[in-house]
């Protein structure tokens, strides 16, 4: 998916966003010199991310951005490319 589409997307999915607390997401850890740990809402198109120095983030994204994130080689290259600039901090 290019970056038009993708931010075509996250311009749509816009309204579905909620804050990671109000549920039990399943987060998967990695290793990386940014990012603590990320997680995937299939049912709201969300990718939340949670930054070592506590931030959390959600950025609205397709499937595809989800499979690409968990098999990145460099997690945080991956979303300084794909996601800065587009997501909503939620703590």
Do not use: C
Not at 3 to 31: C, F, H, N, Y
Not at 64 to 78: F, H, I, M, P, T
Request: neutral net charge.
């Amino acid at each position: 998916m290019d970056r038009l589409a993708v931010r075509t997307l996250a311009a749509d999915l816009g309204s579905k966003r909620m804050s990671p607390q109000a549920d039990q997401t399943e987060w998967i850890p990695v290793t990386s010199s940014h990012v603590a740990r990320i997680a995937w809402k299939p049912d709201e198109a969300l990718i939340l991310i949670e930054f070592l120095n506590g931030d959390m983030w959600e950025y609205p994204a397709h499937p595809d951005e989800w499979d690409g994130l968990r098999n990145a080689q460099s997690v945080g290259k991956y979303v300084n490319y794909f996601f800065k600039g587009r997501g909503r901090r939620v703590s």
